[in-house]
């Protein structure tokens, strides 16, 4: 008689179990994650009502909430402003919650053009662990970058683009942790104070794109032992910097770019002939430097080049001669140097 009984009642358990976990998901959302939502919409100012649609039990049809197919977890919060015109952004402390850690299984966090003046950015966010997409592009935070960033080591895009107001940073040491890193901007932050960010750069082996436009940087490596990102970086913009410097013979490495943006960052002397190794370029500014000197012979190896803008440096020599074996050239700016000769009538 026991028998029956035992299987009886453990066969209801599991019914029990079944009913308990569709209790916590039957809306499409789990309780916890919702709670630490509304948590977070609690303490901010959303003066166009955005987050209208973030009432009721489905967290997970709220705007800009996105869970995941099968697991039901909330993977994704995308809240980036698309419209700067008008005031969209979403404002206030609250937005810095630590409660939002709830979303242990968040993926991807756009939080572009909100405005968090005067707020840190907090250190919880690099408890994300499995954070993947990471943009805090135009965010105004005040202070610093937390050092803990550098635990996200799943993170393949990192926009921190303008993400600072009046902050200046002293070091990247956080960076070199982030080893999957595809995609990284730093555009507008203030690195004046950080004199080894190439080395902290230079750790991240599988990058493609590295934009650290008017970050104030002052120095570039002459020559480095090894250039660790030479098969993958395919788009390098440094342009509005300091350098004041020759342009570094170890551009020549990074043969995979197609596009190289050095515009009005300071460098002068020649143009080296390794320049001719980057084959793959499609796209090449040194626009308003002091370069001078003649334009390499190895420069009609850029074959592939469509955007070439030199413009405002100290050029010289006969622009025939290599101009006109510049075949794929859809846009050519050279002007405001002392070349000499005409154009040759092949390109004009
Ligand atoms: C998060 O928001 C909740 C609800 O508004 C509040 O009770 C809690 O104190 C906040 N926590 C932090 C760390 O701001
Ligand atoms: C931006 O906001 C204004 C005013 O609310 C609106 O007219 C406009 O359509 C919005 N633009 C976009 C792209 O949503
Ligand atoms: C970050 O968001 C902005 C818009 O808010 C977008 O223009 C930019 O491309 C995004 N960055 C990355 C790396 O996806
Ligand atoms: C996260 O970063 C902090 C500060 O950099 C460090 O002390 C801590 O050990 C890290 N935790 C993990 C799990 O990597
Ligand atoms: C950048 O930070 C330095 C201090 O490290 C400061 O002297 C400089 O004025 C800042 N530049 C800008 C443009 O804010
Ligand atoms: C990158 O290159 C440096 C030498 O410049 C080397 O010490 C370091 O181990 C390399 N890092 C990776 C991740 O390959
Ligand atoms: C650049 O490439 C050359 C030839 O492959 C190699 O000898 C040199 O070590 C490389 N330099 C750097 C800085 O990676
Ligand atoms: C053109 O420039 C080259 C190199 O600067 C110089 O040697 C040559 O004399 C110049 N020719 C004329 C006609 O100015
Ligand atoms: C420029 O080079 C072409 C062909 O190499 C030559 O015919 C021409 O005279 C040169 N012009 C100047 C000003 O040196």
New binding site residues.
């Given amino acids: 008689m026991g028998f029956p009984l035992r299987f009886l009642s453990s066969l209801s358990l599991c019914l029990l179990a079944l009913l308990l976990h569709r209790a916590t998901v039957t809306s499409g959302c789990f309780s916890m994650e919702r709670e630490a939502l509304l948590d977070f919409k609690a303490g901010i100012h959303d003066t166009h009502n955005r987050l209208s649609s973030w009432v009721g039990q489905d967290c997970c049809a709220w705007e800009g909430v996105i869970c995941g197919a099968t697991t039901g977890h909330v993977v994704m919060l995308d809240l980036r402003n698309t419209n700067i015109t008008d005031d969209w952004a979403l404002r206030g402390e609250g937005m810095m919650n630590s409660s939002l850690l709830a979303l242990s299984h968040l993926k991807h966090l756009d939080l572009s053009f909100n405005d968090f003046s005067g707020i840190r950015i907090p250190e919880f966010i690099g408890s994300f662990k499995k954070l993947r997409y990471l943009n805090l592009s135009s965010t105004r935070f005040m202070g610093g970058i937390p050092a803990r960033l550098g635990n996200l080591s799943s993170l393949y895009v990192l926009d921190l683009s303008y993400a600072l107001h009046f902050s200046s940073l002293d070091n990247l040491d956080w960076l070199s942790h982030l080893t999957s890193l595809k995609n990284l901007d730093l555009s507008w932050l203030n690195l004046t104070g950080a004199p080894d960010w190439f080395s902290s750069v230079n750790m991240l082996p599988s990058l493609q794109v590295l934009s650290m436009s008017y970050v104030g940087l002052k120095t570039i490596p002459a020559?480095?032992?090894?250039?660790n990102f030479?098969s993958s970086l395919t788009v390098l913009d440094l342009s509005f910097n300091n350098f004041d410097s020759t342009l570094p013979?170890?551009l020549?490495?990074i043969t995979s770019l197609t596009q190289l943006d050095l515009h009005y960052s300071g460098f002068y002397g020649v143009i080296p002939d390794a320049i001719g190794d980057l084959g793959s370029l499609t796209f090449l500014d040194l626009g308003f430097n002091q370069l001078e000197g003649t334009v390499p012979r190895s420069m009609v190896d850029l074959r592939r080049l469509k955007e070439l803008h030199m413009p405002r440096n100290q050029l010289t020599g006969n622009l025939s001669g290599w101009l006109e074996q510049m075949t794929n050239l859809i846009i050519l700016d050279l002007s405001y140097n002392l070349f000499n000769g005409s154009m040759p009538s092949s390109s004009v």
Avoid: Y
């Fill in positions: 020559s480095v032992v090894h250039v030479t013979k170890w020549g490495n």
